[in-house]
């Protein structure tokens, strides 16, 4: 089974900082994904990582629904990329998931959306990870250890200024998560 802390090759640096939040049920994952969406500046580039079914996609669709964006937000499992247009600029959501080799990343041309212009989220990571882009902030979604509770874990850390100050506004806004 996939396991979340040992796959990114190569190892992502250490954290600038870092927040870790219960989410109960899934409109805890929802009213998160409202809260974190807007403080997503063009440029930033966010990995969502955690087993199938921990709550990725639903995150990135409350994301994409608190901008404004009306229709359905599917996995991109099959399609690799799903390109959305909200708040002036591009929103691309990746599923690397079907990789078998980290290279299909770059034979599939996928470097030219992570621009100045877009956000890029980017679920399975470590599916191309040396190509994929480095991450502002990485989301490690876990299912809690004793597996008769519901509900997830979450664990935002930020890797460069720009994900600091994002996570920093987003622990302004959580009652109890500031540091
Ligand atoms: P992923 O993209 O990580 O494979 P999905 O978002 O497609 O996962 O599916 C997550 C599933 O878990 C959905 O059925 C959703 O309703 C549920 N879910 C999402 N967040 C939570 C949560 N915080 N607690 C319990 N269930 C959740
Ligand atoms: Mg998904």
Same mark, same amino acid.
């Not at 959306?113 to 979604?141: I, M, Q, T």
């Given at each position: ?22 989410l109960?049920d899934?409109a ?19 990995? !969502?990582?955690?087993?199938l ?5 639903? @995150? &990135? ?6 901008? #404004? /964006? ?29 990789f ?9 041309? !996928? ?9 890029? @989220? &980017? ?5 191309a990870? #040396? /190509? ?27 890797h ?17 998560a500031?540091?």
């Amino acid at each position: 089974m996939h396991s979340p802390n040992h796959s990114l090759s190569p190892p992502l640096s250490s954290p600038l900082s870092s927040l870790t939040l219960a989410l109960p049920d899934e409109a805890a994952t929802v009213a998160l994904g409202g809260r974190l969406a807007p403080l997503l500046d063009a440029g930033t580039v966010v990995w !969502l990582d955690g087993d199938l079914g921990a709550g990725k996609t639903t @995150l &990135v669709r409350a994301m994409l629904r608190q901008l #404004g /964006h009306h229709g359905p937000v599917k996995s991109p499992t099959y399609t690799l990329v799903e390109v959305y247009v909200v708040s002036s600029i591009y929103w691309y959501h990746f599923d690397f998931y079907r990789f078998n080799d980290t290279e299909e990343f770059v034979d599939a041309g !996928l470097g030219e959306y992570f621009r100045n212009d877009s956000v890029c @989220l &980017v679920e399975w990571p470590e599916k191309a990870a #040396g /190509h994929v882009p480095p991450a502002d902030l990485v989301l490690v979604f876990r299912f809690p250890k004793n597996h008769h509770h519901s509900g997830r874990v979450l664990e935002l850390s930020a890797h460069t200024e720009r994900g600091q100050s994002c996570l920093n506004t987003l622990k302004s806004l959580i009652p109890g998560a500031a540091a």
